[in-house]
């Protein structure tokens, strides 16, 4: 069972910058995917960034651009790098691992809170 620990989160103004970390509790090769999504208030569960183990990187359009993703699978960390942040990327962040989707092994963080505001 793999334990995911987000931290990183705050408040910031718009324009700002954050830096979320995710740390795993074992390392991370063979982690098919690794992501960031986000749930803001009355929202559904939404993908901000994929990485997947060759380092292939998507983002979804609202943060493409803005956020880069990485991923050091020996040091068990998965990090999320946002600037010029916006009021609507406020929302809860959380930290998802895939080994294997067909054989449920995806797992999910507790999330970090993410507040734009000026």
């Known amino acids: 069972q793999l334990q995911l620990v987000e931290s990183g989160g705050g408040l910031v103004q718009p324009g700002g910058s954050l830096n979320l970390s995710c740390e795993a509790s074992?390392?991370?090769?063979?982690?098919?995917?690794m992501a960031w999504y986000r749930q803001a208030p009355g929202n559904q569960r939404e993908l901000v960034a994929k990485?997947?183990?060759?380092?292939?990187?998507t983002y979804s359009a609202s943060v493409k651009g803005r956020f880069t993703i990485s991923r050091f699978d020996r040091q068990k960390m998965l990090y999320l790098e946002m600037k010029d942040l916006k009021l609507e990327d406020t929302a809860v962040y959380y930290c998802?691992?895939?080994?294997?989707?067909?054989?449920?092994?995806?797992?999910w963080g507790k999330g970090t809170q993410v507040t734009v505001a000026g």
């Open positions: 998802y691992a895939e080994f294997s989707a067909a054989l449920g092994m995806e797992y």
């Open positions: 990485i997947l183990s060759n380092r292939q990187a």
């Open positions: 074992n390392s991370l090769t063979g982690y098919y995917a």
